[in-house]
């Protein structure tokens, strides 16, 4: 039997994406089920989930009202009985029969088992009961025992056979087994520590493969050339007389970092994180005038209109009297105005353009691209990004985030980019004092609201993401607004903005935020990324339980920007243990990069990153969290690797295991 053999077989394990003995022995238990000795039935224990080993005693099919129906059964063992029942699976009266020996796995509740996960069993059989057994992911037609029969006579043959594709010296170094044990006891450990360490290898390679492809990609993109920019001591004389304030000691060294990427051939390809407020949007703007100055054009990427037009006006003000050809492109840029600027735009007319998703279009286009900034990056896809970047020949790439990523995303996520990280805020802050509160206790926040408007100064108050619809959830900071302004912020001016509210009367909003003309702003989390209102010095969030902790730093981002002390109240709604414990760590640190490895251990890696397309890869063995320190070593084997062998001359099996890995899903360029 070889790897590559075709599994025959019943045709639904097809639909499992087994279609060869090597998808066969790679197709992992999802759980494995200690069936080495069974606890007695009378000794289970109300709520703990247990396995049963028994028989059915007597099995029956119970009609319910409607089409609903239950299977309503009794399994004993030698020390007594139990009553089980699953719902709206009537076969099973004809497969579990009364006499079939089982094995059940499900909680105790009340004194019965519900819905348990079952399979049909014999005792002398040494696959399925007496040792530790793998449980694996099934479809209509295939069950445990069958897969398990398959998966076992499949590895016995192959084992001997089976090369290991990783060198020996990394297997050496990291304390590895070799593949043939770790795949065999990943199926059939012998006990827990044999799986321990199946699960150690396996998880190792999960994430070497995919460093590995990380690292061919980013070799990819750096090897062909793209724009070199110049730069002088004029240059850089010239740009600072224009930025309002001396850069801080982070922002130099970001901007140094920068600057040495833009002037290779090199495409740069970076990831610039730094906390709310510390100050990106300089650091940008520098890179982006670099860019002008070599007559290459800058397209600046903004998740939302408001945050677009804020970065408008500030490149306005600090362009003032200078040729730079400035334009703004957004979702609510008339017609005729959008048709003049894309001529422009292709004319090269237009030196550097911010906008929105309006950016990606595909009649958007550049005379000669240099440079694209993609600010707060997370609200983009990867494929977004990838739009804009295609419409220049290789232009420099900066990405910003405020979300600071926990280092195993950016490794994982953004593997394939540069990271600087700007981790120091600009003079003058205050830190914003945090206060979660029970909603009944929401009159405090509302009261602070009020003097910070005696003494001239605004707030936010930001009403929660209730459903997907962005309708609804105008819907219920409509609701929330006008409760507040007959209420708690009566007499107040008070703005609404949220996804519902025409560009325009954001906009217009938004201005009259800005100059000081409304006192409370008032939004769902359009309010989330970016503003910046120095004047600004509280935060109310509704129902604070409902968002991210990610989310919420961000939201407290937008008060402490000035010498003021500024306060943000997180006001809960309905406060589970749970959801106190994750919002008094707003209360206990104001550092970015611990909410978001908080988060992260909290929500795990798709949350995290929400619904959006990120690119990440799905491990099966390996935690994100869990595993930090493999994931470090695995990128640095797998780059130390390809720098020794770039073409797999040494390591030929490697290079069939990534194909088979990642073809299709990622471009291996040079693979294969
Ligand atoms: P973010 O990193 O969140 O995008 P911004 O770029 O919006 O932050 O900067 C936040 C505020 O700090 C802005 O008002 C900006 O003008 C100010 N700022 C940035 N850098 C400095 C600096 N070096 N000195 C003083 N103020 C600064
Ligand atoms: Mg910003």
Request: aromatic letters at 6%; proline letters at 6%.
């Amino acid at each position: 039997m070889l790897l590559s053999d075709p599994v025959s077989g019943p045709g639904p394990v097809h639909n499992l994406g087994i279609h060869n003995v090597a998808d066969l022995v790679h197709h992992l238990p999802r759980r494995h089920e200690d069936r080495r000795s069974f606890r007695p039935i009378t000794s289970l224990v109300e709520g703990e989930r247990a396995i049963v080993h028994g028989t059915v005693e007597r099995i029956r099919l119970v009609r319910m009202r409607g089409r609903r129906t239950a299977v309503d059964g009794r399994v004993a063992d030698d020390s007594g009985s139990i009553r089980v029942r699953w719902w709206n699976m009537p076969w099973l009266v004809s497969s579990l029969p009364a006499g079939t020996e089982v094995v059940l796995y499900g909680r105790v509740k009340k004194g019965e088992i519900t819905q348990p996960e079952y399979e049909a069993v014999r005792a002398e059989d040494p696959l399925n009961v007496g040792r530790i057994v793998p449980v694996y992911p099934l479809t209509k037609g295939v069950n445990g025992p069958a897969l398990r029969r398959a998966i076992h006579q499949a590895l016995t043959e192959v084992v001997e056979t089976l090369t290991d594709p990783l060198p020996p010296s990394i297997l050496g170094e990291r304390g590895l087994p070799p593949l043939a044990d770790a795949l065999f006891s990943i199926h059939f450990p012998a006990d827990r520590d044999d799986l321990a360490r199946a699960k150690r290898r396996l998880g190792y390679d999960e994430f070497f493969y995919f460093q590995l492809a990380v690292a061919i990609q980013r070799r990819h993109a750096r090897r062909q050339p793209g724009v070199a920019q110049k730069w002088s001591a004029t240059l850089d004389q010239r740009i600072r007389a224009r930025l309002p304030f001396q850069l801080t000691a982070a922002q130099e060294r970001t901007v140094g970092e920068i600057v040495a990427d833009l002037t290779k051939p090199e495409p740069m390809n970076r990831l610039l994180q730094g906390d709310v407020g510390s100050g990106k949007t300089a650091v940008a703007v520098f890179a982006s005038l670099v860019a002008v100055a070599n007559k290459t054009q800058v397209a600046f990427l903004a998740p939302t209109e408001v945050l677009a037009r804020q970065h408008l006006a500030t490149l306005q003000h600090m362009l003032k009297d200078s040729d730079v050809g400035l334009a703004l492109l957004v979702g609510s840029t008339g017609a005729a105005e959008r048709r003049q600027l894309l001529r422009e735009l292709k004319l090269g007319v237009v030196d550097l353009i911010v906008g929105t998703h309006a950016l990606l279009e595909p009649a958007v286009e550049f005379s000669r691209l240099g440079l694209v900034v993609v600010d707060e990056q997370h609200k983009f896809g990867v494929e977004q990004r990838a739009r804009l970047i295609r419409k220049g020949v290789r232009p420099d790439v900066l990405v910003m985030t405020a979300t600071p990523i926990p280092r195993t995303l950016a490794l994982t996520a953004f593997g394939d980019l540069d990271g600087s990280v700007i981790d120091e805020m600009p003079p003058g802050r205050t830190p914003s004092a945090t206060l979660v509160l029970r909603r009944a206790q929401g009159h405090r926040a509302y009261k602070r609201i009020r003097e910070e408007a005696a003494a001239g100064r605004q707030s936010y108050v930001v009403f929660p993401l209730v459903a997907e619809s962005e309708e609804i959830d105008a819907g219920a900071a409509q609701e929330g607004f006008a409760e507040l302004v007959a209420g708690p912020l009566k007499g107040l001016r008070a703005g609404l903005v949220t996804g519902r509210t025409p560009a325009v009367e954001k906009t217009a909003t938004m201005d009259a935020f800005r100059a000081g003309e409304i006192d409370v702003l008032v939004g769902t989390t359009v309010l989330e990324v970016g503003l910046d209102v120095p004047n600004a010095t509280v935060m109310v969030v509704e129902s604070a339980e409902r968002f991210g902790l990610s989310t919420l730093h961000q939201l407290r981002g937008r008060v402490g920007r000035g010498t003021s002390p500024s306060f943000c109240f997180l006001l809960a709604s309905r406060l589970t243990v749970e959801a106190k414990d994750r919002l008094l760590v707003m209360e206990a640190t104001d550092d970015g990069f611990r909410i978001a490895e908080e988060d992260l251990r909290l929500r795990g890696p798709g949350e995290f990153f929400g619904t959006r397309q990120h690119g990440m890869p799905e491990f099966r063995v390996a935690d994100l969290v869990r595993d930090h320190a493999v994931l470090v070593q695995a990128r640095e084997d797998a780059f130390a690797l390809l720098a020794r062998d770039g073409r797999f001359e040494r390591h030929p099996d490697l290079r069939a295991e990534l194909t088979r890995r990642f073809v299709g899903r990622i471009g291996l360029y040079e693979v294969g």
